[in-house]
Nanobody
Framework: QVQLVESGGGLVQAGGSLRLSCTAF????????MEWYRQPPGKQRDLVAS???????AYADSVKGRFTISRDNAKNAVYLQMNALKPDDTAVYYC?????????????WGQGTQVTVSS
């Protein structure tokens, strides 16, 4: 099994920065993709950024140039550096990992961390 522990959310003024962290605690799960999703109040959960094992990345258009995803495979950790934050970035941010356990594909979600951007 995998336990994802997130941290780094909070309240920030527009134009400010935050860095989210997520660590996966596991012993036999082979992590392939590490991602960040977000869910604004009353809206659906959408992909923000994704990073594969080859350091290939993908971003939602709304965050390109402002957010940067990175990972530390030795620590089973993924990070999201968020700069130039806007009120529209206010949401609960979730860490998501996909990989294999005994050759079976599985995916896991973190508990979510609140990011609030004030205008």
């Amino acid at each position: 099994q995998v336990q994802l522990v997130e941290s780094g959310g909070g309240l920030v003024q527009a134009g400010g920065s935050l860095r989210l962290s997520c660590t996966a605690f596991t012993s036999r799960f082979n992590i392939e993709t590490m991602e960040w999703y977000r869910q604004p109040p009353g809206k659906q959960r959408d992909l923000v950024a994704s990073m594969g094992t080859s350091d290939n990345t993908a971003y939602a258009d709304s965050v390109k140039g402002r957010f940067t995803i990175s990972r530390d495979n030795a620590k089973n950790a993924v990070y999201l550096q968020m700069n130039a934050l806007k009120p529209d970035d206010t949401a609960v941010y979730y860490c998501h990992v996909r990989g294999t356990y005994n050759l079976t594909w599985k995916n896991y979600w973190g508990q979510g961390t609140q990011v609030t951007v004030s205008s």
